[in-house]
């Protein structure tokens, strides 16, 4: 045993270093794989039984060296299974964060799918329309017709929100956020202002309703006639609508045509100015003499000979007679129709933007009237109760189609005017019919049934017979007058 130990001995040295690089464990705590021997033996166990066999066999012993080679087998064994073991520890641990991000986003995902089923499975909400605030923190508003008061959301501040406003109600029937306002509705027009933000107007079946503005609709410059779209259920209006499709076909404008503008008609402009202008300007004088002014003025003659000129300038000359006289600024106004746009394909589309025109004419206060040849047109008028003052009445129906001349006339082809002996009768049946008053022309046919005084008689008095004592017949005196051959006006 002591010669082991000799330090002249080479071995001593080896021996010394192996049991070093034995010793060199691996801390306690790590884990560790147990060699091909007792798995309950640990490898200080296995050093500790080396060493005793050093003692024992000593250093040159093959059974020394065999169980050396041994446990240095085994150590490196367990190191290298130690650092694989490490590194699937670590491998594990990066997969484990892995784990736990998708995790996370999967919790993430329930959530937001929970929400969302919330969301599938909740309550519809109402809408209501707000009216006012109470102090106690309560709302007044409109459901479906009905006038409730419910509570407001504590995080919803019920005096930032404006009259006609729209608002969400939860299944308890209390606001829990603010809405816009309604979009959609009916179209009525306004007739007359009312105090506290109403109007009245007139809906689409003529019959009045007061109606409430909404905040946003009471910063708009409103004026009679104008259309805004209001709730039937809640009378509340939201907006003012573009301009009717009749306004399309009437253009209203303010003239600034004066008579020295007009060229050669001096005589016309003259008739037009005694008999418009003067019963405006001088009212009194035709009250003493107990003068009847004309209802209305028909101009009639080839395109482009100043008829409408000739209008516009009588509007704008008797607007200032009448600021000259009053003192009163006074505003011309000229409503100019296009009849052909009037016409209209659809069942009652012409009819409804006829009822618009005279409405807008009587808006500005002018007597609205309807003239026709045709004595179904009048008739029609008085069936739909169309909004006029009068109606104007050929006698004879010139504008009949051309097709239905030529057969009246035997398959001839007309020639001019066609004043067929069959029409005033028809005409005058449907004037005695009439609920409004009319005014009768083309008595005389044009000139044609002025032959003697007789036949002039006989034409006013078939008039007279059957015509209201609400109506006149309207005579060009020309027709019954010719000139001598000094130019002078004689009766025929």
């Not at 923190?137 to 479906?144: N, P, S």
């Not at 009319?438 to 078939?462: D, P």
Request: hydrophobic share 35%; proline share 7%.
């Amino acid at each position: 045993m002591s010669s082991e130990f000799d330090p002249r001995s080479g071995r001593k040295g080896f021996v010394r270093d192996v049991m070093r690089r034995i010793s060199a464990a691996p801390p306690e705590g790590d884990p560790v794989e147990p060699g091909d021997g007792d798995p309950a033996r640990s490898p200080r166990d296995e050093v500790e039984d080396l060493r005793n066999a050093l003692r024992l066999f000593g250093a040159d012993s093959p059974e020394f060296r065999r169980r050396l080679d041994r446990v240095l087998a085994e150590h490196e064994a367990m190191r290298r299974r130690y650092h694989l073991t490490r590194e699937q520890f670590a491998d594990a641990e990066r997969q484990n964060e892995r784990l736990v991000g998708v995790l996370q986003e999967a919790k993430q995902q329930i959530e937001l799918l929970k929400e969302e089923v919330d969301k599938l499975c909740a309550p519809p909400n109402n809408y209501g329309i707000f009216t006012r605030a109470n102090k106690d923190g309560t709302a007044e508003i409109f459901v479906d017709g009905r006038q409730m008061r419910v509570n407001v959301h504590p995080n919803v501040d019920p005096f930032q929100f404006v009259e006609g406003q729209q608002v969400v109600l939860n299944e308890a029937f209390n606001i829990v956020e603010p809405a816009g306002f309604i979009a959609r509705g009916e179209i009525a027009s306004v007739v007359d202002f009312l105090a506290d933000n109403r109007v009245i107007a007139l809906g689409h079946t003529d019959d009045e309703r007061v109606i409430t503005l909404s905040d946003p609709l009471r910063r708009e410059s409103l004026k009679v006639g104008d259309h805004i779209l209001y709730d039937p259920r809640t009378h509340y209006a939201f907006e003012k609508m573009p301009k009717s499709a009749v306004e399309e076909v009437v253009l209203e404008e303010i003239p600034e045509v004066t008579y020295d503008d007009i060229g050669g008609l001096g005589d016309q402009i003259g008739i037009l100015r005694d008999s418009v202008e003067l019963p405006y300007i001088y009212p009194e004088v035709f009250a003493e003499h107990k003068l009847s002014p004309p209802k209305g003025i028909l101009l009639y003659g080839p395109p482009c000979c100043g008829k409408t000129l000739i209008a516009k300038a009588v509007a704008n000359s008797l607007a200032k007679s009448i600021e000259k006289r009053t003192g009163k600024e006074t505003t011309p106004y000229f409503l100019n129709v296009k009849g052909p746009e009037l016409l209209n394909k659809y069942v009652g589309e012409t009819e409804h933007k006829l009822r618009e025109v005279f409405k807008k004419a009587r808006d500005k206060g002018v007597l609205v009237g309807l003239s026709a040849h045709n004595p179904a047109l009048i008739a029609l008028a008085e069936e739909k109760g169309w909004d006029v003052d009068y109606y104007m009445c050929c006698l004879y129906y010139l504008t009949r189609p051309r097709e239905e001349f030529q057969k009246l006339l035997g398959g001839q082809s007309p020639l001019g005017e066609i004043y067929l002996q069959d029409d005033p009768p028809r005409m005058f049946k449907v004037i005695q019919a009439a609920r409004k008053p009319c005014l009768a022309y083309k008595l005389l046919a044009a000139g044609r049934q002025v032959e003697s005084a007789a036949q002039v008689r006989r034409c006013f008095e078939t008039a007279f017979k059957n015509i209201k004592p609400t109506d006149a017949v309207i005579v060009n005196p020309r027709e019954v007058l010719t000139q001598d051959r000094g130019g002078k006006f004689i009766r025929r």
